[in-house]
């Protein structure tokens, strides 16, 4: 009979904890990460702009002459989110590399956000090693030129000196904070479905990366990066899909 009390209760924890719900209702802006700009009229990979991992924002003013032209990259390493005057088009990987813009004719600020996802370590490739964004970008054709180039600091920047404001409708990539309540310490997993691309810290650590297209939907969170009551995370995320919320399940999630 007790055995069946327990196992109830263990059921009740665990349905509760996969309800949980954690709103992401504060924001900080991306440019609190930006370092050094680097400005030249054709692209540099990240390896010229001394980034071995992490992100570049590569950026260009760009006019349309018609409702619709593509926008075609010569090299992408290793994924990008696409954006114009801050505004989500999409996104582009080494084999997906273009992508059309549908706007009314005139200037507009594109934005491409790149991530280095890894480096070749081994294979006839290894010397083939650069990454982020080089070669030509074309728009109808046409060469875009004049980068300035951004490293972003994202792994490495102290979430804790992050200021942090209430949620606006915007879609472009920031940091997001959130809180959720606990009773007791022991690993659980966050589910990122609807979620992009990014990094997570739980109580101010690291704990992991996520990307939609991985087939693990989620990141495990160890019993020791916990504490009881009220925990905090901070989510850097790269292609706003606009989510507002993650939950917490007890077992691993995929698709």
């Known amino acids: 009979m007790w055995k069946k009390i327990a196992l109830g209760l263990t059921l ?40 071995e991992f992490g992100y570049v924002l590569y950026q260009a003013e760009i006019t349309t002459e018609a409702e619709s032209e593509d926008l ?6 290793d994924y990008a989110a696409v954006y114009i005057d801050g505004k989500l088009l999409g ?32 294979g006839p490739e290894i010397t083939d090693n650069s990454k982020g964004l080089f070669g030509e970008v074309t728009l109808a054709g046409n060469k875009v030129s004049n980068w300035k180039m951004i490293p972003l600091m994202i792994k490495q ?32 997993y ?19 990366s996520y990307w939609e297209e991985e087939k693990q939907q989620s990141i495990l969170i160890p019993s020791e990066d916990l504490v009881k009551g009220e925990n905090e995370i901070v989510v850097f995320e790269l292609k706003n899909n606009q989510q507002k919320t993650m939950k917490l399940s007890p077992i691993p999630v995929f698709k």
């Open 91 to 122: 996104r582009l990987t080494d084999n997906h590399k273009k992508i059309d813009i549908k706007t009314t004719p005139g200037k507009y600020l594109l934005q491409i956000y790149v991530e280095n996802i890894g480096r070749i370590t081994y």
């Open 72 to 77: 075609e990259l010569e090299n992408v390493r």
């Open 12 to 51: 009740i924890g665990s349905q509760a904890l996969m309800a949980q719900e954690i709103v992401f209702n504060k924001k900080a802006s991306l440019n609190q990460a930006y370092q050094k700009a680097v400005e030249a009229e054709n692209l540099l990979p990240m390896n010229d702009l001394n980034m």
């Open 190 to 208: 966050l589910d990122i479905t609807g979620w992009g691309m990014g990094e997570v810290w739980v109580n101010q650590k690291y704990i992991g």
């Open 157 to 188: 920047y102290p979430v804790k000196d992050l200021v942090f404001e209430d949620r606006k409708e915007t879609s472009v990539p920031g940091f997001y904070k959130g809180n959720f309540n606990i009773d007791e310490l022991k690993k659980t």
